[in-house]
């Protein structure tokens, strides 16, 4: 009898095992799930887009907010001639999406304390965005003076 318990044991133990290892062969939870979003960066001076996700044909708005304690200094010339520069992941790598065809030198732009501006990005004329993930990007300094440049981003979202 006591044989036949173990037995049982034995038997009951390889299965077990043979179970818990089939388990593994699957892919593991959230496997195919794609990565998360970017984050946008955090601080005085932030950049927030309208959406996470965006069709082709759609305008794309973003949002600086200037919460810093003085005016803030940025250049424009960037995507569509704007303030902002979009940028468009390929490969693992930031492409910058700098259209503005205008032959002219950029403008020095300002945002108060305490101020948003809300830029609208339509897509070329006539054309469509590329699918694939994006951010927005702006490059300002903290004052008027020749000091260096802090580049902030908005989260990602994601065109298609």
């Known amino acids: 009898m006591i044989r ?3 037995l049982l044991l034995i038997i009951g133990t390889v299965m077990g095992a043979a179970l818990l290892l089939s388990c593994g062969t699957g892919s593991a939870p959230g496997a195919n799930e ?3 979003l970017p984050t946008a960066t955090q601080g005085p001076v932030t950049l927030g887009v309208g959406a996470t996700s965006y069709h082709t044909n759609d305008t794309f708005e973003v949002t600086l907010s200037n919460r810093e304690n003085q ?3 940025f250049a424009d010339h960037l ?12 490969n693992g790598n930031w492409v910058n999406m700098d259209n503005c065809g205008l032959g002219i030198l950029s403008a020095w732009h300002t945002l108060d304390s305490g101020q948003q501006l809300t830029v609208k990005l339509a897509p070329p004329s006539g054309d469509h965005w590329p699918n694939g993930l994006y951010r927005a990007q702006v490059r300002y300094r903290p004052s008027n003076s020749f000091t260096s440049l802090i580049t902030i ?3 990602g979202f994601e065109v298609n």
Do not use: H, K
């Open 4 to 6: 036949f318990y173990r």
């Open 153 to 155: 981003y908005s989260a």
């Open 79 to 90: 995507t569509n001639c704007s303030v902002i520069l979009l940028q468009q992941q390929v």
């Open 71 to 73: 005016t803030i200094y």
């Open 34 to 36: 794609p990565p998360p």
